[in-house]
């Protein structure tokens, strides 16, 4: 007996818009396999020219960094301001740097 | 440690973000108020577009032109893909597709009740273009700014695609108010049996709406119903008037102290009665929504088995 409440399996969808630029994620999509899922994305996510190119990933394998993660991830970063060009003083009338 | 002094922090914390219009991503911590009501609007939003596909279907094989049908068709699919864009956001909160279905077909989820009233003739078909999904318009583009990211960024796609069915509904419009009298009478007869469902779809008046107050506080809702039915109220008037089209309230004024127009008494024991399932078409919408599911079945089970035999063998092929 077939489980009716099966639902397909959801896969996250990412677009390029043209080329050179990256893919943006753009949302999901149900499908049975990447090749619907593929079909799918085309149908919903493209049907204005937003396209030159598709990924889509089985949502279940996307590693996703947890909220509670955010502090240990990125604040070390905040007390790092040597690595940005204006932590520097130079020369207001120095004319090429 | 007092879990529930921690819950309470942590919701103080979570109000203070979002009214000082922080934006909140689906991991991220939430009052289960927040999910839930999130849930239910984003379910019954997606709900609306997918049943909104079926006053406007049941014109597509008679529409006018190729040129008009080939818009309806472009129409009628973007709504299918309103409703997807939509149960993907709603999906992101923890519920899943067939849980939203199964709310629906059981009825247990509404879904706006403009779609319970019929589409009788040409007329009524490129009506809904401009008067359903103009109050759409002015409903939705306050909602590209909603605090749940997910929800305003599917706003903002719908937002844009609306832009074309509210004009290809207004030009219908304009085709037939400006033809012969017999199509100028289609159409203010399409405006006389739409008006007062359409400017009832901003909900019932303040004085009576429950939801409103901690959706505000929680950057859901943006206008209250009244105020956004008075914006939309300001813009359609002038768009009747240009249609050379009566609008049906003989009590319809504009204040000149206010800049705004006042409409008549509004039915609101009507509304309910539709909301509540009595509505001239609910039936006949959840019953077509039922049969396409079922219809659906078998469709849905051949991919998953197509879909199983094709990893089969590529796996027999890589072993090999």
């Known amino acids: 007996m077939t489980d009716l409440k099966k639902e397909w399996p959801l896969f996250e969808v990412f677009i390029r818009s043209k080329h050179g630029v990256s893919h943006v994620h753009a949302g999901s999509v149900h499908a049975a396999d990447s090749t619907m899922a593929m079909e799918n994305a085309r149908d919903v996510y493209t049907r204005r020219s937003e396209g030159s190119s598709i990924w889509v990933i089985p949502s279940s394998e996307i590693t996703a960094s947890a909220p509670s993660a955010k502090a240990a991830l990125f604040e070390p970063s905040d007390d790092k301001v040597y690595r940005h060009p204006t932590f520097y003083e130079v020369p207001d009338d120095l004319e090429v740097l | 440690m007092d879990v529930h002094h921690e819950d309470k922090d942590m919701r ?174 289609m159409a203010q007869d399409a405006l006389n049996r739409w008006w007062w469902p359409a400017i009832k779809m901003f909900g019932p008046p303040d004085s009576d709406s429950p939801h409103s107050d901690q959706n505000t506080l929680w950057k859901i809702k943006r206008f209250s119903n009244d105020e956004l039915r008075q914006k939309y109220l300001d813009m359609v008037v002038k768009q009747a008037n240009a249609l050379g089209l009566t609008i049906p309230d003989p009590d319809l004024k504009f204040d000149e102290d206010t800049g705004h127009w006042v409409s008549g008494p509004m039915d609101w024991d009507e509304f309910w009665a539709v909301v509540k399932g009595n509505g001239p078409c609910n039936r006949q919408r959840m019953k077509h929504r039922q049969k396409a599911h079922d219809d659906g079945l078998w469709v849905r089970e051949a991919a998953v088995a197509f879909a199983e035999k094709q990893a089969k063998r590529n796996n027999q092929q890589k072993a090999a």
């Open chain 2, 12 to 185: 103080a914390r979570f109000d203070a973000y979002v009214a000082d219009e922080g934006k909140v991503e689906p991991k991220d911590w939430m009052p289960d108020g927040y999910r839930k009501t999130l849930v239910r609007q984003i379910s019954q939003h997606a709900h609306s577009e997918i049943i909104g596909m079926q006053p406007e279907g049941n014109w597509i094989s008679r529409a006018p032109s190729l040129r008009r049908k080939m818009i309806l068709i472009a129409k009628v699919q973007d709504e299918a893909g309103h409703g997807l864009y939509l149960y993907s956001a709603a999906e992101t909160l923890g519920v899943t597709r067939d849980e939203m279905d199964e709310a629906l077909l059981s009825g247990k989820a509404k879904y706006s009740s403009i779609f319970n009233y019929p589409t009788l003739n040409w007329a009524d078909a490129v009506i809904i273009g401009w008067l359903v999904d103009g109050a759409a318009i002015t409903n939705q583009i306050p909602l590209c700014r909603c605090s749940f990211g997910p929800y305003g960024r599917a706003m903002v796609r719908v937002c844009k695609e609306e832009a074309f069915h509210q004009r290809q509904g207004y030009e219908g419009m304009m085709v037939l108010a400006k033809g012969t009298p017999e199509q100028k009478a």
